[in-house]
């Protein structure tokens, strides 16, 4: 089987579009597409739906797809343990309080399996102070969930998240699947403080609208908001995946806002004039690997 053809595949999967896949892999889209009718013809089953101007993956194409996610991992894995001097050290990574509380764990994890003798530091902050800790120095690379336009910083986007509402079975709005913004911002909203990079995606969506708001409750934890919303204490607004993997989901219901102004992207972050050291290259690798936007993907 050609490991390409598996390449674009999954970038198919994670677009469900050979066109923003042709667009990121920096191929042609019958290039594209012919990789994946060499796939179905060899494997003799239908991978995906053709639906309208977007592609469903079919049961055989889940399957292959979690195959291909473990293989591509191993081959990750291989290829940066014979890279590895296996040396004893360690390295300092910077990450939003979001990223480290969810995501770092997961990132370091996978890493210490290849770097057994790596120890890693990891400093968590604001999106802001993180920035500024890469600006002055104090750290060379590190994980935000901010959208970020700064000339100064290499900036490698690797996941789009989205953020959702959350609320308690009973309240009048769970009888929708989806609400906007104008149907929130007079309820009883339960947020992260300022400074947390899913509050600032909110608040510059409220304030792109011309909306003022005023939250009843503000805390950095999430679980915290989702339990006082399993008690009907008002709405939170989260990022999906943390919604999906900790909603009372017998007492609550998970809302798509309509706005796409609420999506926002995981990047990684070093100032473009620093070279990172191998192992700090190879840590960014492990981090943003297929592996990892797929796992958060199945929340999709």
Not at 76 to 100: P, R
Not at 221 to 238: F, K, P, R
Request: aromatic share 8%; charged share 25%; net charge negative.
């Amino acid at each position: 089987m050609n490991l390409n053809h598996l390449k674009v595949f999954m970038y198919v999967c994670k677009h469900n579009s050979i066109t923003q896949a042709a667009k990121e892999l920096n191929m042609k889209q019958p290039q594209v597409s012919y990789a994946i009718k060499e796939l179905e013809h060899e494997l003799n089953t239908c991978l995906f739906f053709r639906v309208s101007r977007h592609l469903e993956i079919t049961d055989n194409g889940n399957r292959l797809l979690s195959l291909a996610m473990r293989l591509f991992e191993l081959c990750s894995e291989m290829d940066l343990a014979m890279k590895s001097k296996n040396e004893e050290t360690s390295i300092t990574v910077g990450a939003s309080i979001t990223l480290g509380k969810h995501f770092l764990p997961i990132y370091i994890s996978k890493f210490n399996k290849i770097y057994p003798n790596v120890h890693v530091n990891l400093i968590t902050d604001t999106n802001e102070n993180i920035v500024s800790f890469i600006l002055t120095g104090k750290i060379t690379l590190a994980f935000i969930d901010a959208n970020i336009d700064e000339p100064k910083l290499n900036v490698q986007q690797y996941h789009k998240d989205k953020i959702v509402a959350v609320c308690h079975k009973d309240h009048p709005l769970a009888k929708k699947t989806s609400v906007s913004l104008k149907d929130l911002y007079k309820e009883e909203l339960l947020l992260r403080t300022n400074g947390n990079g899913d509050r600032e995606a909110i608040n510059h969506a409220f304030q792109t609208l011309g909306i003022t708001y005023n939250p009843v409750l503000e805390n950095d934890i999430g679980v915290l908001l989702l339990n006082a919303t399993a008690n009907n204490l008002g709405i939170s607004l989260l990022p999906k995946n943390i919604a999906f993997d900790y909603a009372n989901t017998d007492e609550t219901k998970i809302l798509e806002v309509e706005e796409l102004l609420l999506d926002r992207y995981f990047s990684s972050i070093h100032l473009k004039d620093v070279k990172l050291s191998d192992i700090l290259e190879n840590f960014n690798k492990v981090s943003i690997d297929q592996d990892n936007w797929m796992y958060i993907k199945k929340h999709d």
